[in-house]
């Protein structure tokens, strides 16, 4: 699979150049969006349209109507269909309602098309755009469809509910590399992988793993990793030491808006989402709704992300003249409410004003800010399709989590340290993930959600440590089926493997 980005904005590299001949018009899905979604798509498309975009929009209905109408996708079938048919996305902000089970659409669409990557460029507009950090230049690589992001939720007892993080290693390799083959591209000198690897030792550890071993593929690139909290106080604090960052889904939500405040403004950025045949391209700030129908939002996110679709569709010469008068209007301090100063706005214009502005300004270069030359590039960014390799995987027990309303763990430890089946036995009790039993602390606090690990153990016989023991299903099966006659609400079970000898599942903190 290849694409290509470019100075921040996307482009098909050679081999695609045909898909999108100059001479046709291209066609995109054009989604208005809620709040102040249809002002700033309107004085969005003006822009191209003046600029002489070759394009054809079209509009598709998806939002928050959608999903009042009943739809809990909140897209409806046409649009899936002139997705399909255009392959290209250009997406105002959009309302989710609250409650009811609504999906985020923006995640919807996400894992629905494969738009694994989220591209977010940041550049200070200094002095322009109000920042204390002039000279930032950070690009951060977002994994799109995994992680918390899932969003697969359950209510288990009356105390507990959980969320299931899910990293997998294909999802890793693709965004990984994909970080790496961006710098090595487009001139940049540093990866930073941001984790939480020394909580998360299994799904963020597999993150980092796979960034070490895509790393060492990349000698001329600078590869570093950071804890996510630190890391994300070392951005808002010193941005000019990044240059890009790769992280997964929750962490790169994060991190981006962290970035895009601390550059001057959540209104000014846009980002891509890129995948292997679909591209959509959007304003990272949200529908705003206490400010819509005023005519007084900031285009320049949503006009930005369209700047980037030109250069994505080969249309990079009308991107630059675009983003070259953005600059410019800019410049010389024709500034919406939300960037306005004292020092260097010379006007507060409206939406629709700035987007005259810009058109006054089309072929006209910044003269202090750094003019946009999408078309000098020639990046190339390649992903490998991914190759599973098989590994030996053998069942050592299985966690049961059960809905127990006592608060002695001794009480439902002694109870179930009866209770076998052939090899199983019950090895400890954690709750909220900290050991209680056998000999947990009296301090620990407990709710009615216990995990009771089942497996079958010899001691080594030199070290006297534990040794696990492979077990059949069956052995489970039988657990469970006496579990159940004793009376216990089983509520969840996991398996414990190993794979490749190696054990592939966490320890109860204190065990």
Known sequence: METGLLNGSLKRNKSHQTIYKTSEKVKIAVAQGDGIGPEIMKATLKILEAAGANIEPNFIELGEQVYLSGNTSGIKTEAWETIGDTKIILKAPVTTPQGKGYKSLNVTLRKSLGLFANVRPV????????????????????????DLYAGIEHQQTDDVVQCLKLITRPG??????YAFEYARAFGRKKVTCMIKDNIMKLTDGLFHKVFIEIAAEYPDIINESQIIDIGAAHLAAHPERFDVIVTSNLYGDIISDIAAEIGGSVGMAGSANIGKNIAMFEAIHGSAPDIAGQNIANPSGLLNAATNMLAYVGQTQIADNIKNAWLTTLEEGYHTADIYNSQFSIKKVSTSEFADAI???LGEKPQKLAASEMTSGTGRITIPEYKRKEADKQLLGVDVFIDWKGSNPEEIGDMLSGISAFKLKLKMITNRGVKVYPKGLKETYCTDHWRCRFVAMDADIETKEPVYKPVEYE?????????HNEGMDVIKTENLYEFNGKRAFSLGQGE
């Open 123 to 146: 550049t200070a507009l200094h002095p322009y755009v109000k920042t204390n950090f002039p000279n930032m230049d950070v690009v951060i690589v977002r994994e799109n469809e995994e």
């Open 172 to 177: 890793c390799e693709r965004i990984v590399r």
């Open 359 to 361: 058109i006054e300004r």
């Open 475 to 483: 052995q489970v099966i039988a657990l469970l089926s006496k579990l």
